[in-house]
Structure formats: structure tokens, C-alpha cells
């Protein structure tokens, strides 16, 4: 369910990157098996083991608020989805 605790973390969240951006790096496992990145953050923020970043990245997207990029993984190497914070929108 999106509601205003998730948007408001969500965007907490990335406004505190300093490239106002992460991985989404999604899964649906608890917090601590969850790569570093939004979903563990929102995870963490939460309280719950709740797979959510994909989901509220796409519907911020639809609002006009960030933008779906891809990103390196700094692990991997490899390319993933991240999530950027549009400007109009960071503090």
C-alpha cells in the first residue's frame, strides 16, 4: 500500500544521498539480506521486510517526482534500476 509514512520516508531518504539517488535493489527478504540500497533503506525506516521500492519509485515517477535511471551497482558492477529525486523536489 503507498501512504504518506512510505512517500514521506522515500523521499527523506533520497534527499539525504548527496546525488539524491540509489539502487532500488529490491527484494523480497528480510532487511538483512537485502542489498544496500532504497529498499533496504525504506526497509530499515519502516520497520518491515516489505519489498516497496519499485513499487513507490514507479508511482513517484507517475507524479512527476523522481526518475527511474539505471546505476553500477558498486558490489557487482553490474548495471540496476535506481532511483533519482528530481530537483524541484530535493531540500
Known amino acids: 500500500m503507498i501512504n504518506r509514512e512510505l512517500i514521506k520516508a522515500t523521499m527523506e531518504i533520497l534527499n539525504a544521498e548527496s546525488n539524491k539517488s540509489l539502487p532500488q535493489n ?4 528480510v532487511w538483512e539480506n ?3 540500497g532504497l529498499d533496504k533503506r525504506i526497509k ?3 520497520n518491515t521486510d516489505q519489498r516497496r ?3 513507490i519509485s514507479d508511482v513517484l515517477e507517475e507524479a512527476g517526482i523522481v526518475e527511474i535511471i539505471q546505476v553500477i551497482n558498486p558490489k557487482t558492477g553490474r ?3 535506481g ?3 528530481l530537483q ?3 531540500w
Do not use: F
Open 26 to 29: 529490491h527484494r523480497n527478504v
Open 34 to 36: 537485502t542489498p544496500d
Open 44 to 46: 530499515e525506516s519502516l
Open 88 to 90: 524541484e523536489w530535493t
Open 53 to 55: 521500492a519499485n513499487i
Open 79 to 81: 548495471t540496476v534500476k
Open 83 to 85: 532511483t533519482k529525486l
